[in-house]
């Protein structure tokens, strides 16, 4: 499987964007997807994911309602709406997938064994 994230660029503080990662796999039902951010100097951290049935988790602290993962199996799509951006939000961000993986597990970076070449988020203030 290949992945492309696209719909990174400079918003204002309180924003919104929308992030996109086109899976190219004719099975892409069967994966797991997450997407993931790096901020400057930082390490990688999770954001969210969602199986294959639209079921869906999310990084608490990172998120606190503001971002939405969701997917389009038939499209072979996987999104995430990012509402309300502050600075801090500020990254590249990641999609990733896993097949047949398990949601309760996918939080972490080694659960994924494809990565898209990330997508820049600059949120001024």
């Known amino acids: 499987v290949q992945l492309q994230a696209s719909g990174g660029g400079l918003v204002q503080a309180g924003g919104s964007l929308r992030l996109s990662c086109a899976a190219s796999?004719?099975?892409?039902?069967?994966?797991?997807m997450g997407w993931f951010r790096q901020a400057p100097g930082k390490e990688r951290e999770f954001v969210a994911a969602?199986?294959?049935?639209?079921?869906?988790?999310y990084d608490a602290d990172t998120v606190k309602g503001r971002f939405t993962i969701s997917r389009d199996n038939a499209k072979n799509m996987v999104s995430l709406q990012m509402n309300s951006l502050k600075p801090e939000d500020t990254a590249v961000y990641y999609c990733?997938?896993?097949?047949?993986?398990?949601?309760?597990?996918?939080?972490?970076?080694?659960?994924?064994?494809?990565w898209g070449q990330g997508t820049l988020v600059t949120v001024s203030s």
């Open positions: 796999v004719r099975t892409f039902g069967d994966y797991v």
């Open positions: 969602i199986n294959r049935l639209g079921v869906t988790t």
């Open positions: 990733a997938a896993r097949r047949y993986g398990r949601l309760s597990t996918a939080t972490a970076e080694d659960y994924y064994d494809t």
